[in-house]
């Protein structure tokens, strides 16, 4: 009896085991067309995610509303200058983020390493506002969503948090993040699960980068605040 449980098991992983790419990609792109589009708001704390092709950063205002990042976060924001009015948030694998500053930087064992396990950061770093060259999305959000938002992005945090080490130049740095990096659980899924914090139409799981966007206006949109 227990060969032929073992056998059936086997049966079933064999079976499962090439298919869970297709499963992968029919689940992520099946809930992003499932997932209804919303009118951009009239008013309210502009807000953008940013997508470099692979990754996506969640790009918030130095102070908006009841929050300030030059308060929360001191250690990251202390070179505040004219121009650079957003912060920049991206949470990632560890090792990966740290050590590939560039796509050049990029190495078979990091990579395996990001997709399989691996510890997290949260990548801070002061910005402008995006210009039309990058490819972001934008949502409008309330004081109180700005709020839930804010607090979600905190809580990425280890605390104490103070910086692990230096960013990739003087305007960022790398903070001790909460969770574990996995193909489940990507960069693009933190920044995902922020926006619908605050009420942006985007899919429950978004593991790939442009299905952050798939259902924002983009930033060629003008917008008068």
């Known amino acids: 009896m227990i060969v032929h449980a073992v056998r059936r098991v086997l049966l079933i992983l064999l079976a499962i085991v090439p298919s869970a790419p297709a499963l992968y990609l029919a689940?992520?792109?099946?809930?992003?067309?499932?997932?209804?589009r919303a009118a951009l708001p009239a008013d309210g704390i502009v807000i953008y995610a940013c997508d470099n092709g692979i990754h996506t950063d969640l790009a918030l205002p130095v102070q908006a509303?009841?929050?300030?990042?030059?308060?929360?976060?001191?250690e990251a924001v202390r070179m505040h200058a004219s121009g650079q009015d957003y912060v920049?948030?991206?949470?990632?694998?560890?090792?990966?983020?740290?050590n590939?500053?560039?796509w050049a930087d990029v190495r078979v064992g990091t990579a395996l390493k990001a997709v399989l396990w691996d510890e997290t950061v949260v990548h801070v770093e002061l910005r402008g506002p995006p210009d039309p060259a990058e490819t972001c999305g934008i949502w409008v959000v309330g004081p109180d969503a700005y709020q839930r938002i804010a607090s979600y992005v905190l809580d990425s945090f280890q605390k104490p948090a103070v910086p692990v080490t230096r960013g990739y130049g003087p305007r960022d740095a790398f903070y001790a993040a909460n969770g574990r990096y996995?193909?489940?659980?990507?960069?693009?899924?933190?920044?995902?699960?922020a926006l619908r914090a605050g009420g942006a139409p985007v899919a429950p799981w978004t593991p790939f980068?442009?299905?952050?966007?798939?259902?924002?206006?983009?930033?060629?949109?003008?917008?008068?605040?």
């Open 100 to 102: 590939t500053p560039t």
């Open 209 to 225: 980068s442009f299905l952050v966007l798939w259902n924002l206006p983009t930033n060629s949109v003008v917008i008068s605040k």
């Open 65 to 74: 509303g009841a929050v300030d990042w030059r308060v929360e976060l001191p």
């Open 182 to 193: 996995t193909i489940i659980d990507t960069c693009n899924q933190w920044t995902g699960r």
């Open 88 to 98: 920049s948030f991206g949470w990632g694998s560890r090792d990966f983020y740290i």
């Open 27 to 36: 689940v992520a792109f099946g809930l992003a067309f499932a997932t209804p």
